[in-house]
């Protein structure tokens, strides 16, 4: 499993390594089985669930804003809308023209380690395919990492390790190694748009948009401070298909979903089941699970759910189940 960039060649594996690749581990058969294990480079991601890995940050064009990607600067660490070339130019030369024309309002340390966008050659490589756009730079792409019994809030890391994040002002940076309230981001689907496309909006810890605007002199930045959602607030993420399994088996642990590779999924009546499962793994012959189940029960697991407090709750209830009669 690796990150493919544009322009890079695909290279063929080997019966050998898919052999070892799907030799080892307990759920290499599920793996086999799961209708996405055939998925492999950039895709946009399935929902805002099961984004994970890897993950390309894009807005497509709008009225007022090129087609643009969060990217990092490496020298700096500022983080800022990397403008992309647009699709609509059919040949090298108008390309490198409006290409040089959207970086023009990049500061001098941002363009550092940027390549040449005047070469024409250059600049057909960096041709990006609206539908399903692929990053060209390392500096482009963020690690996804969820936030524990979360469906929706996630963190992304820089690949020099750096989180996005945003203060109450609004202003986004990837200056610490360590995660924060301020490092934690909740996604959401664009309503009427179909979740597969990998559109949806991005929202800081405090509830703001993040979006591209143009300020004064044309130049593009990168905000988290809107308040309503519009054409600039809808981003499309791209993920890498090798992730879409694994994002899978984590949301099941999530949510309490039993997973049979001959039968496909199956439901364990949502919280309440998850936490009769945790009673038959840890108490002695599963005794206190007809205790559990009830509505007042499914409610207290939601809200501990919605705090993230799933897995604490649940040792709770277990201690306390934990009496002579049911040990």
């Excluded at 919280?271 to 499914?298: C, F, M, N, P, R």
Aim: proline share 6%; aromatic share 6%; charged share 25%.
């Amino acid at each position: 499993m690796g990150l493919h960039f544009k322009g890079e060649k695909t290279k063929k594996k080997s019966k050998s390594s898919k052999s070892r690749s799907h030799g080892g581990g307990g759920d290499s058969s599920t793996t086999r089985n799961d209708p996405d294990a055939h998925l492999e480079g950039w895709i946009p991601a399935p929902s805002a669930a099961l984004l994970l890995g890897p993950s390309y940050l894009t807005l497509p064009a709008t009225e007022v804003t090129p087609p643009v990607c969060v990217a990092i600067n490496p020298t700096t660490g500022k983080v800022y809308p990397f403008a992309l070339p647009s699709a609509a130019s059919s040949s090298a030369a108008p390309l490198a023209a409006s290409t040089s024309k959207q970086l023009a309002h990049l500061d001098a340390e941002e363009l550092e380690a940027l390549v040449d966008a005047s070469d024409p050659a250059v600049a057909a490589s960096l041709l990006q395919d609206e539908n399903n756009p692929e990053p060209s730079d390392v500096h482009h792409v963020w690690v996804c990492a969820r936030i524990p019994d979360t469906n929706d809030k996630v963190t992304f890391r820089s690949g020099s390790g750096k989180f996005l994040a945003s203060d109450e002002l609004g202003r986004v940076s990837a200056e610490r190694e360590a995660r924060g309230m301020q490092e934690e981001w909740t996604l959401e689907p664009v309503a009427g748009v179909d979740p597969a496309s990998g559109r949806m909006v991005i929202k800081n810890a405090y509830g703001k948009y993040l979006s591209v605007d143009v300020v004064a002199g044309g130049k593009v930045e990168l905000r988290a401070d809107e308040t309503k959602e519009g054409a600039t607030e809808r981003w499309k993420i791209m993920m890498q298909g090798e992730f879409v399994v694994k994002a899978k088996k984590q949301y099941n642990e999530r949510n309490g979903i039993k997973t049979k590779p001959a039968a496909g999924y199956t439901i364990v009546t949502d919280l309440a089941g998850a936490e009769v499962d945790a009673i038959s793994k840890y108490h002695h012959h599963a005794a206190g699970a007809d205790a559990v189940g009830t509505a007042e029960d499914v409610r207290a697991l939601k809200k501990a759910r919605k705090e993230g407090k799933l897995a604490e709750a649940m040792l709770d209830r277990r201690m306390k189940l934990k009496s002579d009669r049911y040990c």
